[in-house]
């Protein structure tokens, strides 16, 4: 009887671990042409449902057991670090037709299907995706270099119907951003030394005005620094979710 009850519990709390690898917060918008739903997996990983097209965005495996989540129809990864090119998610992941946006370093590690340059734009399956900007200017390694290099990563545009997602990767407030036009949602990180800090978070919002912003990759930082900072505008609707 004892063995049969700690068999027991063993399953449930097996289940129950399960069961929350899976379970993410979600927010669902309304676009022009069907609902898109934004999962929030953690640190840079994101997954995107747009009517019956899933979107992975830099999967990672130590943020969700990638066997039990939907198959990708879409797969874009931002940069070749290891916290968001992980060719274990990935492979759990895609399928035989799953498209695999990644740089060019990224392809040298794992063999994409499309290679984008900042700049680039190419249609998959009615979803329109930019490669746009994503570098460090102030932060730098030990040596001097960049933690992110300008035109080695990629941040995302990507449009579903009327709605513009912005994922920024792992980036400070470029110039660039300014290019930035009729972003509904934006993601943009912020932590150090490898990103931003809220006041550089800030900045960046400033500069090209998205209606939501979601921080994301933000580790230990405070993410109320950023709501402090962004308090006296009305144009940027702030929100928090688990991406730390």
């Known amino acids: 009887m004892k063995n049969t009850t700690l068999l027991l519990l063993i399953v449930m709390i097996f289940s129950q671990s399960q069961l929350m690898a899976t379970e993410f917060e979600k927010d669902v918008f309304q676009t022009s042409k069907g609902e898109l739903t934004i999962s929030f997996i953690g640190h840079g990983t994101l997954m995107m449902k ?18 039990s989540l939907p198959k990708a129809d879409l797969i874009l990864i931002t940069h070749e670090h290891g916290d968001h090119l992980d060719a274990k998610a990935i492979d759990a992941v895609k399928k035989d ?12 590690k794992y063999k994409g299907t499309d290679v984008m340059k900042n700049g680039d734009t190419k249609m998959f399956d009615g979803i329109e995706v930019t ?24 941040g995302y545009v990507i449009r579903f119907g009327n709605k513009k997602v912005y994922v920024a990767g792992d980036t400070e407030n470029i110039p660039e951003m300014a290019d930035l036009k009729a972003i509904d949602i934006a993601f ?24 939501i912003l979601y921080p994301y990759h933000f580790g230990d930082t405070d993410t109320k620094e950023l709501l402090n900072l962004l308090k006296y505008q009305n144009k940027i609707e702030v929100r928090i979710r688990k991406l730390n």
């Open 50 to 67: 747009f009517n019956d097209k899933v979107i992975h965005i830099d999967p990672v495996s130590g943020y969700a057991d990638y066997a």
């Open 97 to 108: 037709n799953t498209s695999i946006v990644l740089t060019a370093k990224c392809n040298e």
């Open 131 to 154: 490669a746009v900007p994503a570098y460090n200017i102030k932060h730098v390694r030990a040596e001097g270099q960049p933690f992110h290099p300008k035109g080695v990563g990629n």
């Open 188 to 211: 943009l990180p912020m932590n150090l030394p490898y990103t931003m800090t809220p006041e550089m978070c800030a900045e960046a919002a400033k500069s090209f005005q998205p209606k």
